[in-house]
């Protein structure tokens, strides 16, 4: 397990992504992995590390950019580590049963990902934009993440890098 260093790459336009991905490293390191967490942007290179989880938030039904162009710009290096992917976005209970959305699925076989799984998200006065305005004046903001969910998923991710680095 040592010596095993992991990315946790995210595209998060009003942080709530980010705070996923953070939550995520955190498991990471408790496993004893040694792990990064990183705006999908602002990755030069992914040579350096043993495994990748990219995440990004959805919006109408698209990864945030930086994510989408995170997967692109390290397609070829992505495609022969561990990758594992996830989503945060629905403003609802449907993230447990939601499949990925079309273009995550793209890429999810593309770069042969081991897994992806999609989280609630979270919306709030703080998010800028007048349709994010609207969504919260209507009712339908709120935090629907559920970070136990997440700590689950990302102690299954440390088990199977575990694995990996024992074989």
């Known amino acids: 397990m040592s010596g095993s260093t992991v990315l946790v790459a995210y595209g998060s336009t009003y942080g709530a992504t980010a705070e ?51 997967a692109g710009r390290h397609r ?34 593309r770069l042969d990902a081991r897994d992806h799984i999609t989280f609630g998200g979270r919306l709030d006065t703080t998010a800028g934009g007048r349709m994010a305005r609207m969504l919260v004046g209507s009712g339908k903001g709120g935090d629907f993440r559920d970070f136990e969910a997440v700590t689950v998923w990302a102690e299954s991710v440390a088990r199977e890098l575990s694995e990996n680095v024992r074989a």
């Open 20 to 70: 996923i991905a953070s939550r995520i490293g955190v498991v990471l390191a408790e496993h004893g992995l040694t792990t990064e967490v990183c705006p999908a942007g602002r990755v030069r290179a992914v040579t350096a590390y043993d495994g990748v989880i990219l995440g990004g938030a959805l919006y109408a039904g698209r990864w945030h950019r930086d994510a989408r162009r995170f």
């Open 76 to 109: 070829k290096a992505l495609g022969r580590m561990p990758l594992w992917l996830f989503s945060s976005g629905p403003l609802d209970d449907s993230a447990p049963t939601m499949a990925p959305a079309p273009g995550v699925r793209r890429l999810l076989h």
